[in-house]
């Protein structure tokens, strides 16, 4: 019953785990290209370890059928996990000298791990970082005005609830600038610490971050236009009634001209694309789903905007051969860095700033050396068991042996040593040996008692 239980929570929780979790399953499967190597070296070394309580069972055991059962499973589970490298796939496993330049960082909402989300200090911060480029979201207010805003409404992000009760839910395209302009946009990123990094910020840093406001569309482009750096947003369309529902294009587009060389933008809504580029055709038009190369380039596509979950080296090389770059987001941890450059991906949008120090994958190795540490794993673990097998078999043996030698007296056990035929005047015959005719001297018990 206890095994019913544990299988039918199992499978109760797999499928739980496999709801909620959808996405993340393509994640685990992509680390296995980075980690699988590893994970090989780490298993085979837990079935050499395990072999050894295996032989020391399997010698023990006085049904034949019993150690067909466990030397079977043990042995099929063993060669699976020697074999499990040729279903092994990792765009990091490469020939040397064919790896590409790392790919540029795109500082997510600024830097999100240093300062509050889409706050100038967050932008500034990322240029700081030495970020390429600077990524966030862009909503008209509902007076004509772009600025950054990531969220439908203003609750998670700024003090909304304080400054306007009544309107915590409202969508933040229905607020006026000057309403906008009100909103604290820093101080719930002291509170929440949402990366667990407030603690590693300086007083001054800390002061700054919670006397933030929510910038302008103008802001940033000044800051990127200043630095040099690269501009991706994307660009909400306002709600149906927004009095610039229909003209929220031209309202960007023309804050853009004033603010930024058009080279520096990459341009991402994908509503009225032809009659923008006709317009700007120095924008970096650029695309949030994949196409056939034919429909990208129909639209004057130079980039890709994607989820890290659609890597594959395959699609970017193909990309990559007509010049279009390929931009994964968000990707924060330094394997899944490693595992976008080997990839060939140009440039990643991340909230990890850390990502600059990386200055090689974590897994580059070239076929044939690979082959090498995986052929050279299996074959130690493999002399590694057959020793251990033997160990187990000779000691077993020796212990039969033994434990063969040893006889009970019905006053004692005793043990019994072979000696020549000859007869001695206080030897006797042994009555409890019956293997050879011999001759023994035992040792008695003296009985002092009348």
């Not at 998670?156 to 604290?184: I, K």
């Not at 501009?231 to 004033?258: A, E, K, M, S």
């Not at 991340?350 to 050279?376: A, C, F, G």
Request: with cysteine; hydrophobic share 40%; net charge negative.
């Amino acid at each position: 019953m206890g095994i019913v239980v544990t299988l039918a929570f199992a499978v109760s929780a797999t499928a739980v785990l496999s709801e909620v979790w959808s996405k993340e399953w393509k994640t685990l499967l992509l680390s296995l290209q980075v980690t699988a190597p590893f994970l090989h070296v780490g298993g085979v070394l837990f079935m050499t370890l395990l072999s050894w309580p295996i032989a020391l069972h399997f010698f023990r055991m006085n049904k034949r059928v019993h150690q067909v059962c466990l030397l079977g499973v043990y042995l099929s589970v063993l060669f699976s996990l020697y074999l499990v490298p040729l279903a092994m796939y990792s765009p990091c496993i490469r020939e040397a000298g064919t790896l590409g330049p790392k790919p540029t960082l795109l500082g997510h909402r600024g830097a999100p791990m240093l300062a509050p989300e889409n706050t100038l200090m967050s932008f500034e911060s990322a240029v700081e970082a030495g970020v390429d480029g600077l990524e966030t979201d862009i909503t008209i207010s509902a007076d004509g005005v772009p600025f950054v805003m990531h969220d439908l409404t203003l609750q998670r992000t700024t003090n909304v609830e304080e400054v306007f009760p009544n309107r915590t839910h409202t969508p933040a395209a229905l607020f006026t600038w000057s309403d906008v302009q009100l909103l604290n946009a820093g101080a719930w990123f002291l509170s929440w610490d949402p990366f667990g990094t407030v603690s590693s910020l300086s007083p001054e840093q800390r002061a700054l971050a919670a006397n933030q406001t929510v910038p302008s569309l103008a802001e940033v482009l000044d800051v990127a236009n200043r630095t040099g750096r690269t501009v991706l947003f994307d660009l909400r369309q306002p709600p149906p009634g927004h009095p610039y529902r229909d003209n929220y294009l031209n309202i960007t587009l023309d804050l853009i001209h004033t603010h930024i060389n058009s080279s520096q933008v990459l341009w991402l809504p994908s509503d009225q694309r032809e009659e923008i580029q006709q317009v700007d055709p120095e924008l970096q038009q650029t695309a949030g789903q994949t196409a056939s190369i034919q429909e990208l380039q129909d639209n004057h596509i130079t980039s890709l905007n994607l989820h890290y979950s659609t890597m594959s080296l395959q699609h970017i090389s193909k990309y990559r051969s007509v010049n279009i770059s390929v931009n994964l987001y968000v990707v924060n941890q330094p394997w899944l860095y490693s595992l976008a450059w080997c990839s060939g991906a140009s440039s990643v949008t991340t909230n990890n700033m850390l990502l600059r120090d990386i200055h090689t994958p974590l897994l580059l190795v070239t076929p044939e050396q690979y082959s090498v540490m995986w052929v050279l794993t299996d074959l130690v673990s493999a002399a590694l068991i057959v020793c251990i097998f033997i160990f187990h078999w000779w000691r077993e043996r020796g212990l039969h042996f033994w434990s063969g030698s040893r006889q009970t007296h019905k006053t004692g056990p005793y043990s019994k040593f072979r000696t020549d035929p000859v007869e001695s005047g206080r030897g006797r015959w042994n009555p409890f040996h019956s293997e050879s005719p011999t001759r023994t001297l035992i040792s008695l018990p003296l009985d002092l008692n009348p």
